[in-house]
């Protein structure tokens, strides 16, 4: 028998997380691999409380988060690291997603040590260097250096082949984000969070928020702020549940607008399981997430995209999502529309499903296999 291909698997944000367990999980199973999980730790908590769920224990953590750290102390603190810990280990291919920070870097890193680097999630464009930023720059530098290109949907296959990626480094897996999310909404629901209670709880409808984009940062971010409360005062029915992420920038906006509403429910990040609870339960979901984008469809549930533009336009075109951007009177009209039109809002909340069928981490597994020891 040949031996094990040497992967090694890097994450440092939440989302990085959710979509690399299903891909390391379904590795771990086949013993033609060994992987080496690496966590860049460039989100802390919100990186720790995912890889739990998902019982995966990084072999190296870097531990590169300090408190409102910049775009570069990321890039040359995870550099560093990444560049140390593939000296220490050689691998036959590194694999990570998406177009964080952690991404990008980790495919420099294993170009810097020539080893093939596989981009799950590939090919996701808007076309517009800064919208979102940096991510869009993020997932178009790592194209060219990455040698497995795993494309969640034909539209990705076509942006990338539109670059000049030879077709035959190109392979259609689905989203591993359904993968997670298939297996995650199986899960019990174990959260004692008051919040969260509180809106299962609810007898009114309930409106869903998650925002942290850096270009919403804050004068947009104060309008969403502003346009739910609008919301909420037209609505004595609705209550906001609103997770709010961990940077400090973010709750800079809401807090002082939404904090003291007595239908607001704000709290910290939601664990991974209780947040699907959480979309489940919504009647409608206000994000400017991109793995918001790709889940909320699957569960029937409206969302209007609080960004301008969009590189899951699947969604849009499902007729299941909708751009709406950070205009206060916009959300507020597009909101009370989905609230006070019950056609309108039961054209949006048909199940799609655009972005995977749960099996994307195994079709990589598979890919891997052929490819690295054929
Ligand atoms: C990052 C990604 C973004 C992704 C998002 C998912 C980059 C440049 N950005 O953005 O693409 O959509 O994660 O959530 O890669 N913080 C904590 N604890 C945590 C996480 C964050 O305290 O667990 C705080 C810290 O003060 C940190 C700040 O949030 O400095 C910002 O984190 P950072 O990873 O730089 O940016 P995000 O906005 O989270
Ligand atoms: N999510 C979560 N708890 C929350 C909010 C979101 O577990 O309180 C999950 C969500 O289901 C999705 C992922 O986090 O899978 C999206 O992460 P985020 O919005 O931070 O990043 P993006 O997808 O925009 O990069």
Not at 29 to 34: I, S, W, Y
Not at 321 to 347: C, F, M, S
Request: some cysteine; hydrophobic content about 40%.
């Amino acid at each position: 028998m040949s031996e094990p291909i040497r992967v090694v698997a890097v994450c440092g944000t939440r989302p990085d997380a959710i979509k690399m367990a299903p891909v390391v999980r379904a590795l771990r199973e086949d013993p033609a691999f060994t992987v080496r999980l690496i966590a860049t730790g460039q989100h802390r908590e919100m990186l720790d409380q995912v890889l739990r769920l998902f019982e995966l224990t990084p072999d190296v953590d870097l531990n590169i988060m300090t408190p409102r750290q910049t775009l570069t102390e990321i890039t040359l603190r995870t550099l560093e690291g990444l560049d140390r810990a593939l000296q220490e280990s050689p691998a036959d291919v590194v694999l990570a997603q998406g177009d964080t920070t952690t991404t990008f870097v980790a495919a420099l890193a294993a170009f810097y040590h020539k080893i093939p680097f596989g981009h799950v999630e590939a090919g996701l464009r808007t076309y517009d260097k800064y919208q979102p930023f940096p991510e869009e720059m993020n997932r178009r530098l790592t194209a060219p250096i990455a040698e497995f290109h795993f494309a969640p949907t034909e539209t990705a296959r076509e942006n990338l082949r539109r670059e000049g990626i030879p077709d035959a480094r190109i392979w259609v897996t689905g989203n591993t984000g359904i993968d997670a999310v298939q297996w995650v909404a199986e899960q019990s629901l174990q959260s004692d969070d008051p919040a969260l209670q509180r809106a299962l709880a609810h007898s009114g409808r309930v409106l869903l928020l998650t925002t942290h984009r850096r270009e919403n940062w804050g004068k947009p971010m104060g309008a969403i702020a502003r346009a739910v409360h609008d919301l909420l005062e037209r609505f004595d029915d609705l209550l906001l549940l609103a997770p709010m992420h961990r940077n400090p920038i973010v709750r800079q906006s809401l807090l002082p607008i939404l904090g003291d509403h007595p239908r607001a429910a704000l709290t910290e990040p939601l664990d991974y399981a209780p947040f699907v609870h959480a979309m489940r339960r919504a009647d409608v979901i206000l994000t400017d997430s991109g793995g918001v984008q790709e889940e909320a469809p699957a569960f029937g549930k409206p969302i209007l995209v609080l960004r301008e533009t969009t590189e899951r336009p699947e969604g849009v075109a499902a007729g299941a999502a909708k751009l709406v951007g950070t205009d206060r009177t916009r959300i507020v009209q597009e909101a009370t529309r989905l609230l006070t039109n019950p056609d309108a809002y039961a054209q949006m909340a048909r199940a799609v499903n655009p972005y995977g069928d749960g099996r994307a981490a195994q079709r990589i597994r598979t890919i891997l296999r052929q490819e690295l020891r054929p």
